[in-house]
């Protein structure tokens, strides 16, 4: 019964930033943790980042964004943040949010992710 809903999605050049927000539409959001995921054109989809149902911790699952991408969350508004600085082609990709179990940790297995927004294109190109 969870919608996540991403916006934010678009053109960019190489170097420019982009800030991706995940809205979920249901109370449980909060008890959840929100995963980012990212599937490239011809490529299998790959985790990115996590960050647990408080806002509190995170786990990076790609060395190439440490340091050029922050996740956040605000229970407040019901919303998850993805900051994308410098951004390269190889960032080319539609970028989903998933919700994992209640009370669950980060993770990337898909059997414990039962929620998933429809993604949000971000396209880097010069």
């Known amino acids: 019964q969870l919608q996540l809903v991403e916006s934010g999605g678009g053109l960019v050049q190489p170097g420019e930033s982009l800030k991706l927000s995940c809205t979920g539409h249901?109370?449980?959001?909060?008890?959840?943790?929100i995963v980012w995921f990212r599937q490239a054109p011809g490529k299998d989809r790959e985790g990115v980042v996590c960050i647990d149902r408080r806002g509190e911790s995170t786990d990076y699952y790609l060395d190439s964004v440490r340091g050029r991408f922050t996740v956040s969350k605000d229970n407040g508004r019901k919303t998850a943040y993805l900051q994308m600085d410098n951004l390269k082609p190889e960032d080319t990709a539609v970028y989903y949010c998933?919700?994992?179990?209640?009370?669950?940790?980060?993770?990337?297995?898909?059997?414990?992710?039962?929620?998933w927004g429809e993604g949000t294109l971000v396209t880097v190109s010069s």
């Open positions: 249901e109370y449980t959001f909060d008890y959840r943790a």
């Open positions: 998933a919700a994992t179990s209640t009370y669950g940790p980060c993770t990337t297995t898909y059997d414990l992710i039962p929620y």
